[in-house]
T-cell receptor, first 110, second 113 residues
Framework: GQQVMQIPQYQHVQEGEDFTTYCNSS?????IQWYKQRPGGHPVFLIQ?????EVKKQKRLTFQFGEAKKNSSLHITATQTTDVGTYFC??????????FGQGTTLQVKP | NAGVTQTPKFRILKIGQSMTLQCTQD?????MYWYRQDPGMGLKLIYY???????DKGEVPNGYNVSRSTTEDFPLRLELAAPSQTSVYFC????????????FGPGTRLTVT
């Protein structure tokens, strides 16, 4: 069954509003990665988090890895229409395999 | 560098037909992967390879086969295509244990009717 859950599945926001997607694993992860997939495109790597409690920023994007290394979040401040797409988290277990969440699709209304 | 390339971009198969999805990377990456993505779903790992001559099953290997005779190429073979194999197939590669982000190809959209 699904071992990495992402919520929400869909999110519609007005341009300028903030957006957050959450990723939860049933087991401890060695690291977590985030990818973005534009409509009709392929996943593109955004970032990798490795340490417990780690926080990384990329311009308007803030990524967090939970203290227990079982959950993560991606927060976008002041969304823009260029942020449209599906955001996937992918957790790596100790076995080395990467398990993708089902993704959160973001729509931004101008 | 072209990165990861996949052919064909689109294909329609009849039930029971076979085909090979091609994947090539020019980044000298050791690790290569095949995923399928069904509508509204995440990526499910079909097969992966940690180097030439070495392959292993992922979450959903049934109905597929792979080979890895060179570092660059990682073809995916579908035997006896079934409607359940209608999906978008992505090939990906990653450098290795020191840096495990994955670089994806553009995908192959396959329809089995």
């Amino acid at each position: 069954g699904q071992q990495v859950m992402q919520i929400p599945q869909y999110q519609h926001v007005q341009e300028g509003e903030d957006f957050t997607t959450y990723c939860n694993s049933s087991t401890t992860l060695s690291n977590i990665q985030w990818y973005k997939q534009r409509p009709g495109g392929h996943p593109v790597f955004l970032i990798q988090l490795v340490k417990s409690g780690e926080v990384k920023k990329q311009k308007r994007l803030t990524f967090q890895f939970g203290e227990a290394k079982k959950n993560s979040s991606l927060h976008i401040t002041a969304t823009q229409t260029t942020d449209v797409g599906t955001y996937f988290c992918a957790g790596r277990r100790n076995t080395g395999k990467l398990i993708f969440g089902q993704g959160t699709t973001l729509q931004v209304k101008p | 560098n072209a990165g990861v390339t996949q052919t064909p971009k689109f294909r329609i198969l009849k039930i029971g037909q076979s085909m090979t999805l091609q994947c090539t990377q020019d980044m000298n990456h050791n690790y290569m992967y095949w995923y399928r993505q069904d509508p509204g779903m995440g990526l499910k790992l079909i097969y992966y390879s940690v180097g030439a001559g070495i392959t292993d099953k992922g979450e959903v290997p049934n109905g597929y086969n792979v080979s890895r005779s060179t570092t660059e190429d990682f073809p995916l073979r579908l035997e006896l295509a079934a409607p359940s194999q209608t999906s978008v197939y992505f090939c990906a590669s990653s450098p290795g244990t020191s840096s495990l982000e994955q670089y994806f190809g553009p995908g192959t959209r396959l329809t089995v009717t």
